[in-house]
């Protein structure tokens, strides 16, 4: 006789068997008790949850002449006709039997009545898979189906499932199971099988399994092939291609007590046993995990599924190391199973994590040192914004436009911006500024002996900071004149001359010459307009010109 798989012999017969969902058991069980089932229903669910099992045991129930409080009986003629394929419960595959004609075909049968049992009940399954005019074409019959048709829909994913589908079914939706649930079946269907497994190995085999019991079952069974009927904790990691418990928790110390070399050590112990460096990493992620939401949650056995005996390690663990330092472990660990599909040396990869999360003072001291440099920049900044600014004597160095004489000053080409002036200077202490000539002459200007060309001058500085478009525009004026009621400047650019003269412009260009020399104002002007010979002739011929009366 044919083996047969684990999962497929030991298959739930009744609703009881069903582990984990009592929220549907309750409400099929009270429909089938009442006699009042749906015309169609939606399981939605992972993969192992117990939905084709279900669907089944409804079947049975629906038909069942003699239903004990809900459950088929088992033994009437009905049951007994459905212990083997009957042609009155069909079951089809959405994804073998996608198109529009399989779904005109299914509508046609379902119009004939059941040859055997009280109702036709058609199962189908992944109902994802079909396609769209198949779905078009079942949707009228969906709704008002023939009195002695049930249709029963299962599908993993729900989103591609139309709204108009789901609206004329009763959904259901299948939970994960917990790692206590499964354990538990999984001994109890070990004891009928007369195998056994260490319960640290059904406790690892129902983690990786991550709630389908379809999947427990199929690893046991593969423990069972390879080991024989006594399988061993260490025999079930070897299946796996993990590491025990003990190993994971050996290498969360490495990385939090900063021993990297330890780390690198195990890492290549697991390279060396031939494990599978992808799931050990995916158990690594998994342990920083555990260790993370103990440290934010404290006592969270419910939320990780795990003993009380794990529970306590994980917070022992997690008492070691901050939180911030705790996501960081595991954001890199992300990143580096992400990357492990695209790199040719997974190992090499998976190495640079753990030695990462082992020195992670190196970032850390990269991250305080930019810190302080920009708090030292910062507090120099606020320095030269809130010190005077020292009068400089040396000759200004004016940019060279390369526009033509009468070009508009928003024509201005940006490049010759390295000709503006240089960035203020610090303050220079009382003792060391008698000293200078800068200070001497800022002394000076203050008591009153400006001229012209040096007020102007100073302007223009004060200007840098507060408008450089208007001080590159304005440093076209030639001062003239200086008296005690104006400061006259004279451009030799008729659209610079009005660009200066705006009212926002003139405002401050008033505004600081004001705090340099109270109670002058500016006056600008077009040099030929004013007749002034020597204005206009040099203007025309250069400041090298000499006039002779």
């Known amino acids: 006789m044919a083996y047969e798989a684990l999962y497929r012999r030991y298959r739930p017969q009744t609703f009881e ?53 809900g459950e088929p009986c088992g033994a009437c003629e009905a049951c007994l006709s459905m ?18 004609d399989d779904a005109r075909s299914l509508i046609e049968k379902a119009r004939f009545m059941p040859m055997q049992l009280k109702k036709k009940v058609y199962i189908i399954d992944e109902v994802h898979a079909l396609s769209g005019a198949a779905f078009s074409a079942l949707l009228k019959t969906l709704e008002e189906p023939p009195a002695h048709v049930l249709f029963i829909l299962a599908t993993t994913e729900p989103q591609k499932v139309p709204a108009t589908i789901i609206s004329r079914c009763q959904r259901m939706d299948f939970h994960r199971l917990s790692i206590a649930a499964m354990t538990g079946c999984i001994k109890d269907i070990l004891a009928l099988s007369g195998a056994e497994i260490s319960d640290e190995g059904i406790a690892a085999i129902a983690r990786t399994a991550e709630g389908g019991m379809r999947d427990a079952l199929s690893l046991a069974d593969q423990c069972i092939s390879f080991c024989g009927g006594h399988v061993s904790t260490e025999d ?22 900063f021993a990297p070399h330890r780390a690198l050590t195990l890492l290549d112990r697991v390279v060396g046993d031939g494990r599978d460096l992808s799931v050990f990493m995916r158990d690594v992620t998994l342990h920083f995990r555990a260790l993370l939401l103990a440290k934010l949650c404290g006592d969270c056995a419910d939320l990780l599924d795990c003993t009380p005996d794990a529970m306590r390690r994980y917070l022992a663990q997690a008492e070691r190391c901050s939180e911030l330092r705790l996501l960081r472990a595991q954001e890199t660990l992300l990143k580096a199973q992400s990357g492990a599909r695209m790199v040719d040396m997974p190992r090499v990869l998976f190495e640079g994590a753990l030695a990462r999360i082992a020195r992670p003072e190196e970032s850390e001291k990269d991250m305080e040192e930019l810190s302080m440099r920009m708090e030292r920049l910062e507090k120099k900044i606020d320095a030269l914004e809130a010190a005077p600014i020292a009068p400089r004597e040396a000759v200004r160095e004016t ?21 503006r002036p240089a960035p203020k200077q610090e303050a220079v202490p009382k003792e060391e500024s008698e000293a200078k000539p800068e200070a001497r002459a800022e002394a000076a200007a203050q008591s009153g002996a400006w001229t012209a060309e040096s007020l102007w001058k100073k ?25 005690a009621n104006a400061l006259t400047v004279y451009f030799d650019s008729e659209p610079k001359l009005k660009a200066v003269q705006k009212p926002q412009n003139a405002a401050l260009l008033n505004g600081l010459l004001k705090e340099l020399a109270p109670g002058v104002t500016l006056k600008t002007a077009f040099g030929e307009r004013e007749g002034d010979l020597d204005a206009q002739m040099k203007s025309l011929f250069g400041t090298d010109v000499e006039i002779v009366d």
């Open 236 to 257: 079930v990691y070897s299946v796996l291609g993990s590491m025990d418990a003990d190993f994971l928790f050996e290498m969360a110390d490495a990385l939090i007590d």
């Open 83 to 100: 212990k083997e394929n009957n042609v009155d419960i069909v079951e089809m595959d959405a994804a073998t039997n996608s198109s529009v």
């Open 17 to 69: 068997g069903i582990v984990g969902q009592e929220h549907i058991i309750a409400i099929l069980k009270n429909q089938v008790r009442s006699g009042r089932p749906a015309h169609a229903y939606l399981f939605v669910g992972s993969r192992g949850t117990g939905k084709t099992s279900t669907a089944r045991i409804l079947a049975r129930a629906v038909n069942c002449l003699d239903p004990q409080d």
């Open 459 to 483: 302007l223009l500085d004060r200007l840098y900071a507060e408008d450089r478009m208007l001080q590159v525009i304005a440093m076209s004026g030639k001062a003239h004149e200086l008296n």
């Open 399 to 419: 940019p060279v436009f390369s526009e033509a004489r009468d070009a508009a000053p928003w024509e201005a080409p940006r490049e010759e911006k390295a000709a």
